[in-house]
């Protein structure tokens, strides 16, 4: 068994006899002595303690010691525990003893903490609620609003100035004056929260006025130019804005004619006006401004000795009260000169040629527009000539109709004055002319119609003997039968349009008029139809109905074939007629 002796020095409480108080240095010293077992076994006997020591085996003994000096008190507390036997741990003598042990400790602690503060006489340590007492003065220290030696006094700032009562350490003012101390005067219903309190007098912030400042402020009081109500600026005529400081100016500035040296313009009058200022100057150009007075009576003027096709700045502004308006601006340009001597120098069936005179004032280019009857319309441009008139072909127009073309100067994005001509192109030509059904006195002629709306055709044929009348023929008609030929002759066929007083080219074709077949023609004709009917092949004689030693292609087949086409047909071979 190894004796373990352990030494604590603490301030204690002992056995629940009160606080120990001394005015000398106390030190005290816990001692505890406990028998360990050295085995395994745990066999061991108990120790029989002097018999002052026997109660002390579990609780422990106490002595005070008194050194030389008389300032200094020594506490000394021994404890010897003894374990009767092996696993004294878990008896339930020991476990008591332990949860002694750790009270002892924790009062221990208590009285080391407050005998280490010094001792002070008896006193109220609470501070009647009102403060913290301090151990080192053994005296409270009060809170604010209480004194006395236990805080049970209330006091106020500076006794409220003798503007209120104090009440529990708070002073209540009386009406007009307010803070911790009642030495603020109180401003009328605390400025309203609309300006700061000085003095008791409401220093109000700029938007409002008044005594209490509850009176909404206009701007600048509406600087003579209007009337306040609830902080807004109620406007004389002519004038705006928050504070009425601004000229309304004049609206809608507009165009309302224009020449080449001249600009009419309109606006809006503006009521209250005394009168109105005008200014212009060409677009980039300021250095030339020119400024005229318009009485308050008239809302329009007339810019004259301008230039044509030149973009102006026109602004126009009121003057009230020797105040001027913002500028209303208008941009306007004066009118392009005209083209002058348009004409058509020709035409075709689908070709028009005109030219004009070149203003003098400086332009870009020309537009020149073509419009059809119909209203078909095309846009074209036309670079301005170096020449003194410009000429321009317009192609890809119908035949036979009339257009209308119009010119105009371009300068910038403006147009002239434009100059218009009519144009009308000439009626086609019948196409595709032919004859067929030839007779000894007869010739049929077929033609396709004209692409332009003709009101008729008109048909003549001449020959050696001479030229016959025109034959009018209606305007949907794509043949026509000549009669009263004379037989054998070869006439010359024509055929044209006809519109209003227009007339197309004439189309022409020939024919020849055919010959009875006789005994004194049939040599002729047996070499014209041997010329149809024969090829580069080897020529044979065959008969072939009433004719003989007629020569035709290898194959009677075919030339028979052939001879009866003709025959079946009554088509001229040569100028005979095979009946």
């Known amino acids: 068994m190894q004796p373990l002796t352990v030494s604590f020095p603490y301030f204690i409480k002992l056995f629940h006899m009160g606080t120990l108080k001394f005015s000398k240095r106390v030190t005290l010293s816990h001692v505890y002595k406990i028998d360990v077992a050295e085995g395994a076994d745990c066999k061991l006997t108990t120790q029989l303690l002097p018999a002052q020591d026997q109660a002390a085996e579990l609780q422990g003994t106490t002595e005070m010691l008194s050194s030389v000096g008389d300032n200094d008190v020594v506490f000394r507390h021994n404890i010897h525990l003894q374990p009767p036997k092996c696993g004294c741990e878990d008896s339930e003598s020991f476990k008591a003893l332990m949860y002694r042990l750790n009270g002892l400790e924790e009062e221990v602690t208590h009285l080391k903490k407050q005998c280490s503060q010094g001792c002070c006489k008896a006193v109220d340590y609470a501070c009647s609620g009102h403060g913290n007492y301090e151990r080192s003065s053994c005296s409270c220290v009060c809170d604010a609003g209480w004194e006395g030696p236990d805080c049970s006094t209330s006091t106020c700032p500076n006794e409220c100035n003798d503007n209120g009562r104090c009440v529990e350490g708070r002073c209540k003012c009386y009406e007009g004056y307010a803070g911790d101390d009642c030495s603020q005067l109180v401003c009328p219903n605390d400025c309203n929260d609309k300006g700061s309190c000085e003095d008791g007098v409401c220093v109000c912030f700029s938007h409002y006025t008044g005594e209490d400042c509850s009176i909404p402020r206009c701007p600048g009081d509406c600087v003579g130019n209007g009337h306040c ?54 677009e980039g150009d300021e250095g030339t401004l020119q400024r005229v007075s318009v009485p308050h009576s008239d809302n329009s003027y007339l810019i004259t000795g301008l230039s044509p096709g030149v973009t102006y700045i026109v602004d126009v502004y009121a003057v009230i009260k020797q105040i001027t308006s913002e500028p209303s601006t208008l941009k306007a340009t004066t009118v392009v000169l005209a083209v002058d001597g348009i004409r058509v120098l020709g035409q075709t069936e689908d070709t028009i040629q005109v030219d004009w005179q070149n203003p003098a004032a400086e332009v870009d280019y020309f537009m020149l527009t073509h419009a059809s009857p119909e209203g078909e319309e095309e846009e074209l441009t036309v670079p301005k000539s170096q020449e003194a008139r410009t000429k321009h072909t317009i192609t890809g127009l119908y035949p036979g109709t009339k257009y209308l073309i119009r010119v105009q100067a371009i300068k910038d994005t403006y147009k002239g004055k434009p100059s218009t001509v009519f144009g009308v192109t000439d009626v086609d030509a019948p196409s595709n002319l ?24 008109m048909i003549s044929y001449s020959s050696a003997d001479g030229s016959s009348e025109d034959i009018p023929v209606g305007p949907d008609s794509t043949s026509y039968r000549l009669t009263g030929l004379r037989p054998g002759v070869l006439y010359t066929v024509y055929v044209w349009g006809v519109k209003d007083d227009l007339t197309s080219r004439k189309s022409s074709t020939q024919a020849e008029t055919g010959e009875r077949l006789t005994f004194s023609t049939m040599p002729s004709f047996m070499n014209k139809l041997s010329t149809l009917c024969t090829s580069k092949d080897e020529i044979l004689l065959f008969k072939c109905g009433p004719f003989k030693a007629i020569r035709f292609k290898p194959s009677i087949l075919q030339a028979c074939l052939c001879f009866r086409t003709l025959l079946s047909s009554a088509q001229p071979v040569g100028n005979f007629i095979i009946l």
């Open 229 to 282: 109500v609830d902080g807004t600026c109620i406007c004389n005529e002519g004038f705006f804005g928050e504070d009425c400081s601004r000229v309304m100016g004049p609206e809608n500035v507009r165009l309302l004619g224009k020449t080449e040296e001249s600009l009419l313009v309109e606006w809006n009058p503006v009521t209250g006006v005394e009168y109105y200022v005008l200014t212009y100057h060409p």
């Open 434 to 457: 032919k004859t067929k059904e030839i007779t000894e006195d007869a010739v049929t002629v077929t033609w396709d119609q004209t692409l332009a709306d003709v009101d008729g055709y």
